[in-house]
T-cell receptor, first 116, second 115 residues
């Protein structure tokens, strides 16, 4: 089982619709969860972080975390063509192999296409 | 606030040659990371520094990759000799020690092509 799993997509939605991106993780000890947006040929950009169960809203973005189900999602309301990108889910947990530090593990990302 | 700086942005080399990448983190950020991102994959951590000490290099291919962070600021990542499978984007990221230290900020990356 992969540590962080995402549907690679592509996920295609019409402009103005809600885009729903999902991510599951395997380690129950995971503590912090992040969504990064990566445009083609660019580096990842942090857009949301969530640390506790429930919803966290920031503008058109809502992150949802359910630790019991080991599931984190990102909702994008009123999707715009400029939201077309790959969305990376990242999970932070205690690094048992690397000394006293935390480790961030990324999923493969979901490609989102918003059609005008 | 200036972001993470990396150079060069692009590099093309032949297999068995050597290459070096440079990273300057966000000012004041104590933690620096090097990631490898192969096309279609998420970033994979190669090495993590806390100030100038290595805290995790478990996924660094140490027979060919090396990295250093002198004086706890800039860092260099070297590959010698390069293999075809090293073709990837090499990303540098940094994070601070404060409440937002969970959050990593990435530089523009160096795209390496090994022919």
């Amino acid at each position: 089982q992969k540590e962080v799993e995402q549907n690679s997509g592509p996920l295609s939605v019409p402009e103005g619709a809600i885009a729903s991106l999902n991510c599951t993780y395997s380690d129950r000890g995971s503590q912090s969860f992040f969504w990064y947006r990566q445009y083609s040929g660019k580096s990842p950009e942090l857009i949301m972080s969530i640390y506790s169960n429930g919803d966290k809203e920031d503008g058109r973005f809502t992150a949802q975390l359910n630790k019991a189900s080991q599931y984190v999602s990102l909702l994008i309301r009123d999707s715009q063509p400029s939201d077309s990108a790959t969305y990376l889910c990242a999970v932070r947990k205690w690094n048992v192999s690397g000394g006293s530090n935390y480790k961030l593990t990324f999923g493969k990302g979901t490609l989102l296409t918003v059609n005008p | 606030e200036a972001g993470v700086a990396q150079s060069p942005r692009y590099k093309i080399i032949e297999k068995r040659q050597s290459v070096a990448f440079w990273c300057n983190p966000i000012s004041g950020h104590a933690t620096l990371y090097w990631y490898q991102q192969i096309l279609g994959q998420g970033p994979k951590l190669l090495i993590q520094f806390q100030n100038n000490g290595v805290v995790d290099d478990s996924q660094l291919p140490k027979d060919r990759f090396s990295a250093e962070r002198l004086k706890g600021v800039d860092s260099t990542l070297k590959i010698q000799p390069a293999k075809l499978e090293d073709s990837a984007v090499y990303l540098c990221a940094s994070s601070s020690r404060g409440l937002s230290s969970y959050e990593q900020y990435f530089g523009p990356g160096t795209r390496l092509t090994v022919t």
